[in-house]
Nanobody, 118 residues
Framework: QVTMVESGGGLVQTGGSLRLSCAVSEDRIIARMPAVGWYRQASGKQRELVAS???????NYANSVKGRFTISTDNDKNTMYLQMNSLKPEDTGLYYCNLVDWRSVAYWGQGTQVTVSS
């Protein structure tokens, strides 16, 4: 099984930046996954897609984060990233990294908390 561990969350002020990292247990597997992405879940709300890469090339972003967040991967380092700039209180939530294999089986990390103060 694939194991992922998120890190990089924390408490920041409005307008600040954070870079989230997700370490993947299997060597050089990220590039083989049909889809990788980041999700977040705010308290009392459903988990939502923040950003993803499909077919290894196509990036997708939620409208609420377009122009502020950037998803990237480093297959050699077995790590995926989410660069978050111009953070807003609405970005507060538990952020999860996600991989989807060719059988459409999803793998999730444990989450890292991001809190943006006003």
């Amino acid at each position: 099984q694939v194991t992922m561990v998120e890190s990089g969350g924390g408490l920041v002020q409005t307008g600040g930046s954070l870079r989230l990292s997700c370490a993947v247990s299997e060597d050089r597997i990220i590039a083989r996954m049909p889809a990788v992405g980041w999700y977040r879940q705010a308290s009392g709300k459903q988990r939502e897609l923040v950003a993803s890469i499909t077919s290894g090339k196509i990036t997708n972003y939620a409208n609420s984060v377009k122009g502020r967040f950037t998803i990237s991967t480093d297959n050699d380092k077995n790590t995926m990233y989410l660069q978050m700039n111009s953070l807003k209180p609405e970005d507060t939530g538990l952020y999860y990294c996600n991989l989807v294999d060719w059988r459409s089986v999803a793998y999730w990390g444990q989450g890292t908390q991001v809190t943006v103060s006003s």
